[in-house]
T-cell receptor, first 113, second 112 residues
């Protein structure tokens, strides 16, 4: 069974569209994260949620809105997509906020044309 | 910004030990050293972490100098599947809400 899963794996869309990426973890973890890895391979945290509560919100445009319907899911919705949003987005989870081990999903490659 | 400095790339022959260095000269007393790796096109994977004592698990060993300003990750018998980017990260103790800050890492190429 996949511990942290993301859908879709690939997403190609046009500028201006709105899209969502879904993440689910079956590890029973309390904390979930979204990371962005750009074309230069820099991996940066965007958000983290602990028990559905937002605890880390990096300097991310308001067009990005995470939503956590329950502690096993953390979805990322992106409005008015721009070319610069093209990247690989990784979801991760950990047993608690600040746990030494984060488990990462396989990533979603977003391409905005 | 990342608090660590790592070589950009390294090579290692299959079956030999891979020793990946990391400098973290500004590490604070309660900060830990964490290692993650990212195999091509996959999500990062936790390897090991330590405070000041040397640590070993099924994947690797972590050697931290006595002054804690540098450390070395050791993969004792590297395989082709260990080819990846290895990230050394300094972060607060478990339970702290500090985020993981990934630097540029070391690209390890294991060759036959």
């Amino acid at each position: 069974d996949t511990a942290v899963s993301q859908t879709p794996k690939y997403l190609v869309t046009q500028m201006g569209n709105d899209k969502s990426i879904k993440c689910e973890q079956n590890l029973g973890h309390d904390t979930m994260y979204w990371y962005k890895q750009d074309s230069k391979k820099f991996l940066k945290i965007m958000f983290s949620y602990n028990n559905k509560e937002l605890i880390i919100n990096e300097t991310v445009p308001n067009r990005f809105s995470p939503k956590s319907p329950d502690k096993a899911h953390l979805n990322l919705h992106i409005n008015s997509l721009e070319l610069g949003d093209s990247a690989v987005y990784f979801c991760a989870s950990s047993s608690f906020s600040g746990a030494y081990e984060q488990y990462f999903g396989p990533g979603t490659r977003l391409t905005v044309t | 910004d990342a608090k660590t400095t790592q070589p950009t790339s390294m090579d290692c022959a299959e079956g030999r030990a891979a020793n990946l260095p990391c400098n973290h000269s500004t590490i604070s007393g309660n900060e830990y050293v964490y290692w993650y790796r990212q195999i091509h096109s996959q999500g990062p994977q936790y390897i090991i972490h330590g405070l000041k004592n040397n640590e070993t698990n099924e994947m690797a060993s972590l050697i931290i100098t006595e002054d804690r300003k540098s450390s070395t990750l050791i993969l004792p018998h590297a395989t082709l599947r260990d080819t990846a980017v290895y990230y050394c990260i300094v972060r607060g103790p478990p339970g702290n809400t500090d985020k993981l800050i990934f630097g540029t890492g070391t690209r390890l190429q294991v060759f036959p």
